[in-house]
Structure formats: structure tokens, C-alpha cells
């Protein structure tokens, strides 16, 4: 491999047109920097120069490595710099979350990367499972989760708390036990814990979702409300995808006497310093998920 001190010399050589100037602009001897040259040619084993006295000519490998090598060195001394950079506004975040927190973060998180163009997006819907194990492996910088991780590559902070809301059709004023029955249930991936959390604490009737019959599935966080819409059953969602739902007047969501919510958890590896361009991110989906409902 050349070395990139070799390489400097020898351009600042070609720049300065003389061995002694040269030797002073880089607090060196003489003979040091027709040292550098020396080997730079014994390695690439071409003449670099044709001297002339305290003078030189560039032969023909001369002119076509400094033209590539001052290309070279300027990345190079860009390089420190980038990489101890840690701009709150620039380079990529790669985000992870559950369908509910993606619909209502996303948009909020597009208008930051629009204030700020330098700051790249990347964000991906799954599940808790698939957002701790992204985590754990460092493909995404930050997770969203709405149940704590056991991983021990994990870290995990409570952050908001996001309420389970109960969704009817919208001509259901005030369902009972025997309304929920006849309605039957339109079911998605969490469907039974989250049933089970807020129809647990309101209604002594209640065991287990099985109890109702299944009259819909839909593992699409934006379609689970689209069956309901149309009197197909009820359900049990997140505030963030009841909110997102584009034909609000077709369904009604009811505040029981026993509130139900999740905790939303910030996760990030454990191992990993978080970037100042992710604690950017991480504010903002702080503000944006933790804001009262009348604001949300």
C-alpha cells in the first residue's frame, strides 16, 4: 500500500516546484523529502521524476500520480472530520415500530426530514418481535416497542403511554356485554392482548376473545377499521390507528369506566453510543407520541 505521507510529499513537491521550499513547508530535511520520493518510485517501480539540479521534470507516471494522488489526499484530510462528526440534522435514522405508532409518528417525522434535508428517514412497520430483534442486530437505530425487551442487547426506556380504545360501528351508542356478542369481533396480530387489557377491565363478563365469534381479520393497521366501518363487527386498536382511521364518522370509539393503555418504549442497542441525529428523532417521537389528545 502507498503511503499517504510519501503520497503528500511528493505532491507538495509537484506544487512547490523545489526540493529545499518544500522540505520547509513540511518541517522536514531535504534529503527526507527525496527520501519519500525515492520510495514512492522504488514501490510503484517507475521513474517519478527526471531531476535537473535543485530542479525536476515529471515524467509521464509523475503527471498521472499526482493528478489521481491530490484527489486522494484531499479525501483523506476530509476524514477525520466526517468521521467524528455527529451533526443532530444529518445522515440517515433507520426506525422501527408497531403499525399504531408508525401512522401516528411517521407524518411528524416526514415534516422534521423536510425542515431539515441533510436528515434521511428510513422507516419499517413490523411487529415487537421483529423491532427487538432489528435492534439487537443493529439494522435499525431505533425501535419503538410496545412491550419491554428481554434481550440483552436491548435497552429499553419508557417513553408514552398510548390508550386501547374500544370501535364499534357508528350506530352503537353505548355497547353492552350483549351488543359485543351479537357485533362479533374483527380481529388483527394483537388482537387477544389487546381485548383482552381493556375488555378484561371493563366487562366482569369477559374471559378470553374467543367468547366472541371472529367476523374479520386483517394484519394491515390501516384496513383493521374498514370492517368495522361497515358493521361487520367491533374491535379493540391503539389511539394512534383509531385517530389515523380516514372515515372517522363510520365508527365510534367508546371511553369505558376502566381506562386500558400500553407503554410505548424507546429501544436502542445497549452496546452502541446513540448518535446525536437519533436523539433528534427520539425527541420528536417523544413530543409527538406523549401530546393530549385534543392536540394529537
Known amino acids: 500500500m502507498v503511503s499517504p505521507v510519501w503520497l503528500r510529499s511528493f505532491c507538495t513537491l509537484v506544487e512547490v516546484g523545489h526540493f529545499t521550499r518544500t522540505a520547509e513547508r513540511l518541517h522536514m530535511t531535504q534529503s527526507g523529502v527525496s527520501q519519500h520520493v525515492r520510495k514512492l518510485e522504488e514501490h510503484l517501480g517507475v521513474a517519478l521524476l527526471v531531476r ?83 435492534v439487537a442486530g443493529n439494522s ?69 376473545v374467543s367468547q366472541f365469534q371472529k367476523t374479520g381479520f386483517s394484519n394491515q393497521i390501516g384496513l383493521i377499521l374498514a370492517p368495522v366501518s361497515l358493521g361487520l363487527g367491533f374491535t379493540v386498536l391503539p389511539a394512534h390507528a383509531v385517530a389515523a382511521f380516514a372515515q372517522p364518522a363510520l365508527i365510534r370509539a367508546h371511553a369505558l369506566p376502566h381506562p386500558a393503555s400500553e407503554t410505548i418504549y424507546a429501544a436502542t442497542h445497549r452496546h452502541k453510543p446513540v448518535p446525536s441525529r437519533v436523539n433528534t428523532v427520539l425527541r420528536v417521537a417523544k413530543t409527538s407520541l406523549t401530546q393530549p389528545k385534543d392536540e394529537s
Request: with cysteine; aromatic share 6%.
Open 140 to 208: 435499525v437505530d431505533l425501535g419503538l416497542m410496545t412491550q419491554p425487551s428481554a434481550h440483552e442487547a436491548v435497552q429499553c426506556r419508557a417513553m408514552a403511554e398510548e390508550a386501547l380504545l374500544l370501535v364499534t360501528p357508528a350506530s352503537i351508542i353505548e355497547p353492552d356485554w350483549a351488543t359485543l356478542l351479537k357485533l362479533g369481533f374483527i380481529d388483527h396480530p394483537d388482537g387477544n392482548h389487546h381485548a383482552g387489557l381493556l375488555l378484561g377491565a371493563n366487562f366482569t363478563e369477559f374471559e378470553h
Open 52 to 134: 535537473q539540479g535543485k530542479g525536476f521534470t515529471l515524467t509521464d507516471a509523475g503527471e498521472r500520480l499526482f493528478a489521481e494522488a491530490r484527489d486522494i489526499l484531499q479525501s483523506l484530510s476530509g476524514l477525520e472530520q466526517r468521521v467524528g462528526q455527529d451533526d443532530p440534522f444529518t445522515g440517515q435514522v433507520r426506525v422501527m415500530s408497531p403499525g399504531s405508532v408508525g401512522l401516528k409518528l411517521y407524518p411528524q417525522l416526514l415534516e422534521l426530514q423536510r425542515q431539515h434535508t441533510g436528515l434521511i428517514i428510513d422507516y419499517r412497520f413490523a411487529p415487537n418481535a421483529s423491532v427487538e430483534q432489528a
